[in-house]
């Protein structure tokens, strides 16, 4: 049989009918513990923090949407991204994007390092700057792409190759493309991490995190970290997960349709300069973009005219898009970068653009959204 496509593996895989009630939406075991029927012999469930039926089928369903073998969810994404630096050891070395989400450079800089774990961030566009930050010491190299803020697009399989070479783990933070636009397992990365508090959950009322893996070793591994460190979502959370994720695919591609329109109606506003989006020809990363992603994603990133100002102004006027950090949700929100989800690179090499505004593009009607930023643009013209 030919495999399931991806819109019929997000609504059954891992959610078969519960064997006991024919429940046909997989229940919240909302329970801490299960019963034993003799010491240490039970039905595949003993404690909460090891193992819950409603997180299995989180797990199962996010290990098939990736193409991978194995998943595992965890309480955020930075649990996510933290239980994987554990595969680091003292005096090992990590390579990550110079552009990269505020939260996982501060977890790099500020927490592993105190334990021995150096880093280093580099514009991964340029592939001769990945090889040359790579060491003997370096043993993983961690990816985000499209980027945050600045959806800059990396070469996946190549950096894969770079990484490989020198026996480096290869880690893809898949957050912005979600896995129905791209499957970076496919592409020669050994982990993809997730922040599931945005597309895989869908409608801002979760936050979650998840790791899938297709090597047997790293997931015992992983998943013996879960446990002993204890990062978990509760089985609710697995459940608002999963329910966003049955409808993953008709929301992502509207979200990338609205981004289109959106981005391209801001090149043509007098008060912008510059407008990042993957999906536009002279996106530097467009070919790459094309090769690995199946769409652009919903994310969309501008330059305001007159800077820090005028980027806050305009942060302050919209109407329908929302300013808050986040972004996935079916609503659409608005965020300024250097002030919000990226206020600890302040002071270090790797500050954003003041004028920067960063856009997730929901589900709304396109038409309203654009308005919406026509009009916020407008006081700073
Ligand atoms: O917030 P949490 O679920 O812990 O996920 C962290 C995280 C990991 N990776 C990427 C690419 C992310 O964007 C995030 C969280 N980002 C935001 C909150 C934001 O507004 O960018």
Known sequence: ??????????????????????????????????????????????????????????????????????????????????????LLSPGDHAVLPDDVYGGTYRLFVRVLERYGIASSFVDMTDLTRVEAALTPKTRMVLTETPTNPYLKILDIA????????????????????????????????????????????GHSDVVGGAVVINSKDIYQTLKFYQNAAGAVPSPFDCWLVLRGVRTLGIRMDRHAANAIAVAESLRDNPAVTRVFYPGFPEHPGHDIARKQMSGFGGMVSFVVRGGLESARRVASSTKIFILGES???????????????????????LQV????????????HVHDLVDDLHQALAKVR
């Open 1 to 86: 049989m030919t495999r399931r496509r991806f819109e019929t593996r997000a609504i059954h895989d891992g959610q078969d009918p519960d064997p006991t009630t024919g429940a046909v939406v997989p229940p919240i075991y909302q329970t801490s513990t299960f019963q034993q029927s003799a010491p240490a012999e039970h039905k595949g469930y003993e404690y909460a923090r090891t193992g819950n039926p409603t997180r299995t089928a989180l797990e199962a369903c996010l290990a098939s949407l990736e193409e991978g073998q194995f998943g595992l969810a965890f309480a955020s994404g930075m649990a996510a991204i933290t239980a994987t630096a554990y």
């Open 158 to 201: 190549a950096i894969s190759e770079l990484a490989h070479a020198r026996d480096a783990l290869v880690v893809v933070d898949n957050t912005f493309a979600s896995p129905y636009f791209q499957r970076p397992l496919s592409l020669g990365a050994d982990l993809v991490v997730h922040s599931t508090t945005k597309y895989l959950g």
């Open 327 to 349: 972004l996935g949700g079916v609503e659409s929100l608005l965020d300024h970068p250097a002030s919000m989800t990226h206020a600890s690179l302040a002071g270090s090499s």
């Open 353 to 364: 653009d003041g004028g920067l505004i960063r856009l997730s593009v929901g589900i709304e």
